[in-house]
């Protein structure tokens, strides 16, 4: 039998398991286009504006994907509501009702540009990933073929940069304010980063343009947190069965969340305090805290525990070894590198983490966490690894994940399997190159610069890594059992 469908029009059918709104859709306005509407966004700054709705009717979402099409296509029809399962024993249910439109900019860009140009929009979220973002070193990737098409033909953009600043362009032109863009992605510096990337980009056609941005815009910085494993058919099944409707994608995630918020907004902001949000005038730190304990010691889980066959976090947790190779690495040689931080016990945090990691309810694949490996081991494992050798402490611990990656690309290159990585068919070539010499197969991957500039040059570092590589041997689940209990 075929369900209806979630809707406003359904809204009023849902058990009374099932959290209902707290606002009355119809009262609330788009004041934030939000760029990158997947399940992560979805499960954590969406609720967040869902918690703040009913208090202040201003701040709903335009959810806009830039490319692909599937999550407007499977919202649109239920007028953007979706559920939200908080995973902890059995699943919490409650219904979303943050999003008020869905867009997808590669078939809707004039509406996309039309709302950023909107004045009631104030405020523009990104959560596009790491690769999203198309960086260089310190400012935009112009190679990148979406910079490069985009500055091409800067007012029909597809790239995050692209439609940020062609947004900006319009306002420019039509005497509205700025809006702040804020990145919510795991990188250091998030804000600092895209607004460098921004304004650089901008600079390439319309100098008058990029010096506007310049003085008008803001970019705050953010840590943003809280565990969301993919959707999966389970999932479905289980929301469709409590909610007597169909959901076509509803999202899943940890109780815990945590949005840590620089508070520089150029043109008003959402009452964020009152939902919980943290804003400070200065977040350094707390972003480097969290991609270092939790996002590092997450990719480490992920090459250590794929290579052991492993499946989810919390099984990786569950094999001795490799979770007391975890702690040891977060307690003894992540956490010395981090800064003493007002109000922050980093042991406590590890403490905090571990059980985030360990808990039962929530099946997060390691395979999900091993997407983008190129994009990931530099935020979150390299830094470390050279801040601890500049403060003249061993790194051999910490070159372990990093060599296991190595091992991950060359094992999955021999077996013919596509990497999810931007930098996927580099990786297979080189991959297929490497033949278990350490010093070899370490020198072909380091000569990958995007990921590895910032180490390459640093010989001490380069025999780490070859030596936890050479200590990884084939890397067989035996293997990886002997180089846990050795290092
Ligand atoms: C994970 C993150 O998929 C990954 O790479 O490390 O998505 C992680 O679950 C979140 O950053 C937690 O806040």
């Excluded at 809006?179 to 510096?189: F, H, R």
């Excluded at 931007?422 to 197969?441: E, F, H, K, N, W």
Aim: proline fraction near 5%; charged fraction near 25%.
């Amino acid at each position: 039998m075929s369900l209806p469908r979630l809707s406003d029009d359904t809204l009023a059918a849902l058990p009374p398991t099932v959290a209902r709104l707290a606002f009355d859709r119809a009262d609330t306005r788009i004041g934030i286009v939000h760029l990158g509407v997947g399940a992560f966004h979805r499960a954590h700054q969406a609720v967040y504006i869902d918690d703040l709705l009913a208090d202040d009717p201003d701040w709903a979402i335009c959810g806009v994907s830039l490319r692909n099409p599937d999550v407007r296509d499977a919202l649109r029809p239920q007028d953007g509501l979706y559920t939200l399962a908080l995973l902890d024993g059995g699943p919490t249910l409650r219904v979303i009702g943050a999003l008020r439109e869905v867009l997808c900019a590669a078939d809707e860009r004039d509406a996309v540009l039309a709302r950023l140009a909107y004045p009631d929009v104030r405020l523009v979220m990104l959560t596009v990933t790491e690769k999203g973002y198309c960086l260089s070193a310190d400012g935009v990737d112009l190679a990148h073929p979406d910079i490069a098409r985009d500055l091409a033909t800067p007012a029909s953009p597809s790239s995050a940069i692209g439609v940020i600043v062609a947004g900006l362009a319009l306002r420019r032109a039509q005497g509205l304010p700025a809006y702040t863009v804020l990145s919510c992605d795991n990188l250091t510096d998030n804000g600092g980063r895209l607004r460098r990337a921004v304004l650089q980009y901008a600079r390439q056609f319309d100098t008058g343009l990029a010096d506007w941005i310049d003085a008008h815009a803001t970019f705050p910085r953010s840590m943003v947190d809280s565990i969301t494993p993919a959707t999966d058919d389970a999932l479905r099944a289980d929301v469709d069965a409590a909610l007597g409707l169909h959901d076509a994608w509803p999202v899943q995630r940890e109780p815990y969340a945590q949005w840590v918020v620089e508070d520089a907004f150029c043109n008003g902001r959402p009452p964020l305090e009152r939902v919980g949000v943290i804003l400070s005038s200065d977040i350094a730190g707390w972003d480097r805290a969290k991609l270092r304990l939790l996002n590092g010691p997450h990719s480490a889980l992920a090459y250590l525990g794929r290579l052991l066959e492993l499946e989810t976090v919390s099984d990786a947790m569950r094999h001795p070894a490799l979770s007391a190779f975890v702690e040891r690495l977060m307690r003894e040689d992540i956490a010395p590198t981090l800064g003493a931080m007002d109000g922050f016990d980093a042991q406590a945090y590890i403490g905090a983490i571990l059980e985030r990691f360990r808990n039962p309810a929530i099946r997060h694949r390691l395979g999900q966490i091993a997407w983008d490996g190129s994009q990931k081991i530099p935020v979150r494992l390299l830094g470390t690894i050279t801040d601890a050798r500049a403060a003249g402490r061993s790194i051999d611990r910490l070159c372990l994940p990093v060599a296991a990656w190595m091992h991950f690309v060359r094992r999955q290159a021999q077996a013919g399997v596509a990497l999810d990585d931007p930098m996927a068919d580099r990786l297979a070539s080189v991959g297929a190159t490497m033949i278990v010499d350490a010093r070899q197969d370490v020198t072909a991957i380091l000569a990958l610069d995007q990921v590895f500039d910032a180490v390459v040059n640093d010989a001490r570092i380069g025999d780490a890594l070859v030596r936890a590589y050479a200590v990884l041997g084939d890397a067989t689940p035996a293997d990886v059992e002997r180089a846990l209990a050795a290092v």
